[in-house]
């Protein structure tokens, strides 16, 4: 598989007063074009900082973060923020949709702020949304519109999406709905996966499992096979 992301020696520090806090301290890891990759740790672990800090939201303190062989740290901010509009998708444990905008209307925001464009049609099919494409987003179940948020990000063709608890405010069912929906998306687009999670089960759709502490990474672990999100124990 080829290269997609490399992060080299990786450190985040936040400083509270004289107190600093190392929220990332020294990572090393690379991400395969194509894989599903799970973070997963406790909280305050550095798992939403490691995710700001390679997609470019929020400023590494050192390190390198390579796409493809270029560091982003070393782009102006301009060129940063449209590396990461052309490039990179993004979903929340918060759905953050129109909210006065049908699905359809949603989805085709997000393919406006892209070059590439997927379908937008196939992207709601593939969502299982076909029959909701004229509802207002506000008369959506939670599992709904966060599979809309998901047909919205990827209607600009990432190369990555990056998604922190995206299952985070959702129950069993409706959580494996939408894992489902991304681990779809995977397949079909190609696009590259990471995902955040404080559930140990959701780990198991990975191709490889990051786990943090304390700002470090502790293990990498490859999964001998994706199970199905819906075989996953929910714990
Ligand atoms: N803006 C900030 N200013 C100061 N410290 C911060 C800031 N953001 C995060 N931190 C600190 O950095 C560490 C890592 O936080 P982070 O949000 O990355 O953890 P997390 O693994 O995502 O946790 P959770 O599972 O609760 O979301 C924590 O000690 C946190 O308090
Ligand atoms: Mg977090």
């Not at 909210?99 to 359809?104: D, K, M, R, S």
Request: a neutral charge; charged letters at 25%.
């Amino acid at each position: 598989m080829e290269k997609l992301i490399e992060i080299k020696n990786l450190v985040k520090t936040y400083h509270l007063g004289n107190i600093p806090t190392h929220a990332l301290d020294h990572v090393d890891f690379t991400i395969y074009q194509g894989e599903i990759v799970v973070i997963l740790g406790p909280s305050g672990s550095g798992k939403t900082t490691l995710l700001n800090c390679m997609s470019g939201l929020d400023q590494a303190t050192s390190g390198e973060i390579l796409y493809e062989g270029t560091d982003i740290l070393k782009l102006s901010d301009h060129r940063k923020t449209k590396f990461r509009k052309d490039n990179l998708g993004f979903i929340f444990q918060t759905y953050n949709l129109l909210e006065h905008l049908n699905v359809y209307e949603n989805v085709l925001v997000g393919a406006k702020l892209g070059k590439n464009k997927n379908k937008i049609d196939e992207l709601i099919d593939t969502m299982g949304l076909t029959i909701h494409k004229n509802k207002n987003v506000a008369e959506l179940s939670g599992g709904e519109q966060q599979r809309v948020s998901i047909a919205r990000a990827l209607a600009k063709n990432p190369k990555v999406m990056f998604c922190d608890e995206p299952t985070g405010a959702l129950d069993e069912k409706t959580g494996k709905v939408v894992l489902k929906a991304l681990v779809e998306a995977n397949e079909l687009l190609n696009t590259t996966m990471i995902i955040i999670t404080h559930n140990p089960g959701i780990a198991l759709i990975g191709d490889r499992v990051i786990r943090m502490n304390s700002g470090k990474i502790v293990e990498i672990h490859k999964n001998e096979k994706r199970i199905d999100p819906k075989d996953i124990p929910w714990g």
